[in-house]
């Protein structure tokens, strides 16, 4: 049973810096992008970050210069790091891990969800 687990998550002042991380247990096969999603009350989810098996980046252009994305790939475990905080970052944040794999030459994607950790920027 695959699962993933977010933490870092809390109360912040704006200017202030948190560090999300997901850490996923189970086996996962064929990864090629994890990345942060976010949801703010009232909007829509969102891209936040994200990061391929090879190590390329996106940022959305809100968090751009702010947030660094990284990862482990020995542990399967992917990080945010919010610096710079803002109110507007206020959000739940999820981890997502997608997989690929190709039998018989089709492709079969799976998406993995964590719970989400709540992100709180206020003074």
């Known amino acids: 049973q695959v699962q993933l687990v977010e933490s870092g998550g809390g109360l912040v002042q704006p200017g202030g810096s948190l560090r999300l991380s997901c850490a996923a247990s189970?086996?996962?096969?064929?990864?090629?992008?994890l990345g942060w999603y976010r949801r703010a009350p009232g909007s829509l989810r969102e891209l936040v970050s994200s990061?391929?098996?090879?190590?390329?980046?996106t940022y959305a252009d809100s968090v751009n210069g702010r947030f660094t994305i990284s990862r482990d790939n020995a542990k399967i475990t992917v990080s945010l790091q919010m610096n710079s905080l803002k109110p507007e970052d206020t959000a739940v944040y999820y981890c997502?891990?997608?997989?690929?794999?190709?039998?018989?030459?089709?492709?079969?994607?799976?998406?993995?969800w964590g719970q989400g950790t709540q992100v709180t920027v206020s003074s």
């Open positions: 997502n891990v997608r997989s690929t794999r190709v039998i018989l030459g089709r492709r079969y994607e799976t998406e993995y």
């Open positions: 990061i391929t098996s090879g190590g390329n980046t």
């Open positions: 189970g086996s996962i096969l064929g990864i090629t992008t």
